[in-house]
């Protein structure tokens, strides 16, 4: 019996021994965490262990094997969440001067998603290739799948994922024109998109109440769409009109996507004109009765009630055309500007006039662009300000007539070559905090990648807070201070509901075989610290940040790595871009 024993030992001690041998080494471990796994699901302790930048194991990992890990991350009183997926970013140019994302790292954003009217390609046909500098060298962009490429060689430290802009696929074929297309010109169209889709695109994105934009009908949007649909894509909208037409325009993005069969993305839904706050529950409603119906309708918001937009949006729709130079010879043509100033005051049917939308209060305007030399000194003023300062200048007696203010901004405006980025405050608190707390609302800044030094801090101007402090902002004041939403309901809206939006299945959600995009945050401290007065700073709280499997931010230190890849939709390399 002791021989059978000891057979039997040894039988059990070299199939354990077989077991060990099979256990691949784990890279890292982040250990003793509250793990907030994307679900929605409560939080619970756990440890989770990455290898090949793969998550391996979540849960309880045996001491023994995280003794034996390369690497260790003691998460003791942290949050281990799926990495964030900024729904709706614009960093299609910054991630080409600087990679490394800083202000996006800093929120503990592992994904960008970029595109919307306006894309990184193409430029075909009526618009000249875009150069950029790739490891310091211009290179020609004329395929989406081109710029995908640029940003790879120049390096990421997180991934990015693109839209195609309507702006390109409408642009390629009839440049600066607003006339309407032909029917040939049309399938062009169609063409192009179905290129920038196998490129990698994950759908179509417009900005529809841009002035280029008036003549695309929701039929366009349709057939459009349904090249999006063969393709598996998704239709994101920043609607037509976010002011007194605003549930018109709902409307109409739900219908592209029904009757096109695709999924609908409102873009930063609000209710932009004072004349209808209060009204965001007609959105809901409109929103819900197409998900009953079968309609893949959702939203996504950021948390601010101030948008920024460009201060020649104020000008009617027909002086864009031809461009910026067509713009500033009609600012100079008498006629013309008395038609404009006319139009600013009055509107126009269907254009969502932003000066009318905050009631003609210029106080409500936040300039946040870099100036000129001439004009420096009014950089982060808002607009009565500026106003005031240019008519006790030119010896004008106030208070001004509305005539005359609008004729200064025009001034103002020309002076800033046709464009001046701007920050309006045009929506509520309680309207955004019901979008906010939808289930089919998600979180996209609406930024892009900056940085407090360096060629993205060089940019200059007064961004947006939203640039900075999107995410941890939903953290700190919208689950931790006002309890709006639960935390494990953020961190949904902020991973694995973005993930499912754009049909990316192999991150979103911490779950053993998919890739290790990790954030481990203090849910004590994670807040944002940028502000509309003094924007460039950086949030805190996020603690480490894991792309790919390897550490980008490093107890609240950006590390030099840099993982990042671009994901591109129906492409299987996806995944091989990160083993």
Partial sequence: SLQVLLVGTLFLL?????????????????????????????????????????????????????????????????????????????????????????????????????????????FLDQLEPSTVAVKGQ??????????????????????????VGLGNVWGCVMGKSFARPTAEQFE??????????????????????????????????????????RHGGLYSSHIRNEGEDVLKAVDEAIAVGERAGIPVDIIHVKIADQKLWGRMNQIVAKVEAARARGVNAQTNVYPYTRGNNNLVSIVPPWAHEGGTAALLERLRSPADRARIVQEIQSGLPGWYNHYLAVGGDWSRMLISARLSDKNRRH??????????????????????????????????????????????AHHTEEDMNLALIQPWCSIGSDGSALAIEGPLRALGGHPHPRNFGTFPRVLGVYVRERKLLRLEDAVRKMTSLNAAKLGLMDRGLLRPGLVADVCVFNPKTVIDRSTYLEPFQYSQGIEYLIVNGTVVLEQGRPTSARPGKTLRHGQRSNRDRVE
Wanted: hydrophobic share 45%.
């Fill in 14 to 122: 070299g199939d354990s021994a077989s077991a060990n041998a099979a256990e691949p080494a784990l890279d890292l471990v982040v250990q003793g965490g509250w793990i907030v796994d994307g679900t929605g699901n409560p939080p619970f302790r756990g440890d989770l262990a990455v290898v090949d930048g793969t998550i391996a194991e979540v849960g309880r990992i045996e001491p023994r094997r995280v003794a034996q890990a390369r690497r260790v991350i003691d998460a003791r009183d942290l949050v281990v969440a799926p990495g964030f997926i900024d729904m709706h970013s614009h960093s299609d140019r910054t991630l080409l001067l600087d990679g490394a994302a800083p202000s996006k790292v800093f929120q503990g954003v592992t994904t960008d998603v970029l595109g919307e009217q306006d894309s990184g390609g193409p």
């Fill in 138 to 163: 211009p290179r020609s962009i004329r395929r989406l799948g081109e710029y995908l490429d640029a940003l790879d060689e120049n390096g990421l430290a997180i991934n990015v994922a693109t839209y």
């Fill in 188 to 229: 062009r169209m169609k063409a192009i998109l179905a290129e920038a889709m196998e490129d990698g695109a994950f759908g179509l994105s417009d900005a529809l109440a841009s002035p280029e934009a008036n003549v695309v009908s929701t039929d366009d949007l349709v057939r459009l769409g349904e090249v999006v649909q």
């Fill in 379 to 424: 950089q982060g003023q808002t607009m009565d300000v500026i106003l005031a300062d240019r008519a006790r200048l030119a010896g004008q007696a106030q208070p001004l007539e509305k005539a005359a203010q609008i004729n200064l901004m025009l001034d103002f405006l020309a002076e800033e070559g046709g464009s001046v980025s701007t920050i309006y």
